[in-house]
């Protein structure tokens, strides 16, 4: 049975970093388009980001320039390097994967995605 688990979250300043990771098992992890998903109280749910089979990168405006996906198939893990952090990105963090359909489907509905992570916090305190 497919899985991910995300890791990485914690406590950080405003203009901090954090990397977080997801990684996957148990199914063809580079045949799946992979994305991030926060949800913040209060806020509701926002798609983050995304990156698809051949490795290209989506953004939500907000992070467009401070943040970045990437993907390694060998190891079967994703990876979204978060710098210049600020206090709206205050949420938990998940990995979602859905199978690749040739273009990227974004969306904040768990059941858009064939696998979603527990989540991994991330506060932007000072």
């Known amino acids: 049975e497919g899985r991910l688990v995300e890791s990485g979250g914690g406590l950080v300043q405003p203009g901090g970093s954090l990397r977080l990771s997801c990684a996957a098992s148990?199914?063809?992890?580079?045949?799946?388009?992979m994305n991030w998903v926060r949800q913040a109280p209060g806020k509701g749910s926002e798609w983050v980001s995304g990156?698809?089979?051949?490795?290209?990168?989506y953004y939500t405006s907000s992070v467009k320039g401070r943040f970045t996906i990437s993907r390694d198939n060998a190891k079967n893990m994703v990876y979204l390097q978060m710098n210049n952090l600020r206090p709206e990105d205050t949420g938990l963090y998940h990995c979602?994967?859905?199978?690749?359909?040739?273009?990227?489907?974004?969306?904040?509905?768990?059941?858009?995605?064939?696998?979603w992570g527990q989540g991994t916090q991330v506060t932007v305190s000072s």
């Open positions: 990156i698809d089979r051949r490795a290209e990168t």
């Open positions: 148990g199914f063809e992890f580079a045949n799946y388009d």
């Open positions: 979602a994967g859905r199978r690749s359909i040739g273009t990227l489907v974004a969306g904040t509905e768990q059941n858009l995605y064939h696998y």
